[in-house]
Structure formats: C-alpha cells, structure tokens
C-alpha cells in the first residue's frame, strides 16, 4: 500500500533548499498541503532570500497546494503565528518536519560562546518552538507527526562541531521525552540523522561523493517516519539510500558493595561494567532505575 497524505497538512522548516525542499516536494506530490517555511538566509543563519516561494511555486507547478513562511524557529510567537495561518487556510497540521539549521564550525578552543549558543538556539531550541507551536493542534485532533533532525555529529560526535553536535544530541533526547507524553493522543515522535550532499556540507563531502549522497535519498526515510503507520521514538540514519537504525542502549552493569564501591572498585569492575552482552534499549528513563533495583536484588 502507497503513503499518501492526503487531508493532512504539513509544516516543513528549513524547506527552501537542500533536505527540506526535497521534504517539502514530495510531501505535496503525495498529497500533502504543505507549509514551506524558509528564512532564507545562508548556512550561517544570515541574510535572507525568496526560497520559499520558488518551493512553494515548485509545487503549485505541479498541482500542488502550498504557501510560504518565512518565520525564524527562534522566535515562538513566529512559530505560532505560522500555525495559526496553516490552521486558517486548511484547518489542521498533522505533520511537522523540523529541519532548519545553520552552521558555525569552528574547534572548541576558537569557537565564541555566542556561535555556540546560536547554533543551539536553531537546532535545539527552535525545533522546541515549532513543536510547542503545533502541540495543543496535535493533541486535539487526536493526531500528530513530528521528525527531529539530529546528526552522525550529535549521536558519535565530530572534530569542530561541538556547538551543532550538542544541539543534535539533544533533539534525540527531546524525542525520547515527547514520544511518552504523545502516545495518548496518537502523536508520533521520531528522530532523522541523514547524511547528504547540501549546502550544509558541501565543503565537508569530497566532491566524487556529493552526488551520491544527493538530498532525495534521504526523503523515504523522512516521509515513513511522519506516516500514519510510522513506528515511534526510532533513530534513523539515511544517505546515499543507505538506511541504519541507531539505539541509545544500557549494559546489565555490576554491582558494588563493601571496598568495591570505590573508585578502585570501578576500574576493577571495568570490563564488566561495559560489558555489552545482554544490553537493553530503555523504553524510557525509569528501566535504568528499574535494572538498578534488579542488580540490587540480585545481589
């Protein structure tokens, strides 16, 4: 059976190039009415351009429905007002794709406080805001869709990226928290970690790799994971058609008491401890208090 999205209205940020255009175009190729939001300013978050309209007159081309917002992720009044208008014009959103971002590379030795706090300002905290934005929505109607865009840089870490990786690994962990408290109102929460040649990276990837790792090989990931039937709280890695699943996982660990718990006692234990037999990927928070309370019985 096809994904489709007809009747559901999706917001898009980030959409006027690269990963986000290529969401945004097969959103509304499948039937989706599509909210193309865009700055429009360059990988460093400045300037500006019309690149939302031309997805947007991209997709009208085609026969599709869309409008343009030009909205900035750090601002939450912004993010409201760009549900407000998608709510006006087609009564719902059902399908939030969080994909702005911008870049300031530099070691951690030369990087600016103010570089780092504006990296994790766009990642981190305007993905919050738009989800914020589109909750109360979600919650009732009894549906919501919502894709997090972490990074190989966030989940393993990356020379010069500190700023951009630690913003990455929190959207995993906002999804961890956002997929328990949604379940009840049907709203699925997933985390997308793609690997693709755009303008984000186009001084990273060698060039004989850059049409490999085009931007659409990347969407089927992205549009499964904010379908109706989509699996919920996954990781997803995707480049180059490649598709890797990506676990935060919990050891059995040991358990120390008398002169062992000590220091001393944990480098004695250390192979045990990271023992990655019989490892588990929690559900939630609580396994590891719960495993804890097992080894305690146990012992």
Known sequence: MSIRFDDKVAIV?????????????????????????????????????????????EIEAMGGEAIANGASVTEYDQMVEMVAQAKEKWGGVHVLINNAGVLRDKSFAKMEPADFDFVVKVHLIGSANATKACWDTFREQNYGRVLMTASSTGLFGNFGQAN???AKLGLAGLT????????????????????????????????????????????????????????TNQIL?????????????????VALKGDDLSPEGIAAHWAQITDRANEIVPESGAA????????????
Request: charge should be neutral; aromatic fraction near 6%.
């Open 13 to 57: 940020t980030g959409a006027g190039g690269g990963l986000g255009r290529e969401y945004a175009l097969e959103l509304a190729r499948r039937g989706a009415k599509v909210v193309v939001n865009d700055l429009g300013g360059d990988r460093s978050g400045q300037g500006a351009s019309d690149a939302a309209q031309k997805v947007v007159a």
């Open 164 to 166: 951009y990786g630690a």
């Open 176 to 231: 961890k928290t956002l997929y328990l408290e949604g379940a009840k109102n049907n709203i699925k929460v997933n985390t997308l970690a793609p690997t693709a040649g755009t303008r984000m990276t186009q001084d990273i990837f060698p060039e004989q790799l850059f049409d490999a790792f085009s931007p659409h090989k990347v969407v089927p990931a992205a549009l499964f994971l904010v379908s109706e039937d989509a699996p």
């Open 237 to 253: 890695g995707a480049g180059a058609g490649v598709f890797q699943a990506s676990y935060v996982t919990l050891t059995q660990g």
């Open 288 to 299: 590891q208090a719960m495993l804890i309370g097992k080894k305690l019985q146990e012992g």
